[in-house]
């Protein structure tokens, strides 16, 4: 049976990695990090970079990210058109935010690649840009993923993900709360 396990999605955290390492013959070449954890993990560096900001700015009486919050985690695609303008006049400006938001925006493209000296090329250039920005959480997740590249790239051989039982956790997560 372990033989005819093909690929297996999962966090990044190293407790899960060493047990499939464990369990599972070739383990290195069927580990994917799912898509859901990677993204979570921008969406989380995006929002640090804004509440720093949002704190910065409100000590200097400048509320203009007051009630943004969404905005920047949203997809573009999820907006209503007055949520698209509101971030694009936001974007507009100097914001550390709005180069967060371009950077984890940029990093959807990796997984449309299908071939994987393209998408380590793209990694690449990302990467530098992140580790660049001069924005700490950006660079922290970049550095994650760039330790995790191996499994990031597996994504494009498997292209599989653990969304349904994501959504599934997050269903009994709502009920254990309410």
């Given at each position: 049976q372990l033989a005819g396990i093909e690929a297996v999605a999962m966090d990044m955290w190293e407790p899960y990695v060493r047990s499939t390492h464990a369990a599972l013959p070739r383990a290195v070449e069927k580990i994917?990090?799912?898509?859901?954890?990677v993204v979570k993990h921008l969406h989380?560096?995006?929002?640090?970079?804004?509440?720093?900001?949002?704190?910065?700015?409100?000590?200097?009486?400048?509320?203009?990210?007051?009630?943004s919050k969404y905005l920047w985690l949203m997809r573009p695609q999820a907006m209503s058109p007055d949520q698209r303008e509101a971030l694009r006049v936001l974007q507009r400006q100097d914001l550390k935010v709005a180069r967060a938001w371009t950077l984890k925006e940029r990093f959807q493209t990796f997984w449309q690649y299908t071939y994987l000296g393209s998408a380590q090329k793209f990694f690449t250039r990302w990467y530098w840009r992140a580790t660049h920005s001069r924005l700490r959480p950006m660079?922290?997740?970049?550095?994650?993923?760039?330790?995790?590249?191996?499994?990031?790239?597996?994504?494009?051989?498997?292209?599989i993900t653990n969304a349904g039982l994501e959504a599934v956790n997050g269903v009994i997560q709502w009920v254990k709360k309410t």
């Open positions: 994917v990090f799912d898509k859901f954890h989380d560096a995006v929002d640090q970079v804004r509440r720093a900001e949002h704190r910065a700015h409100k000590r200097a009486g400048d509320d203009r990210l007051t009630g660079a922290a997740v970049a550095k994650l993923l760039g330790r995790h590249l191996p499994n990031l790239l597996t994504y494009l051989q498997h292209r």
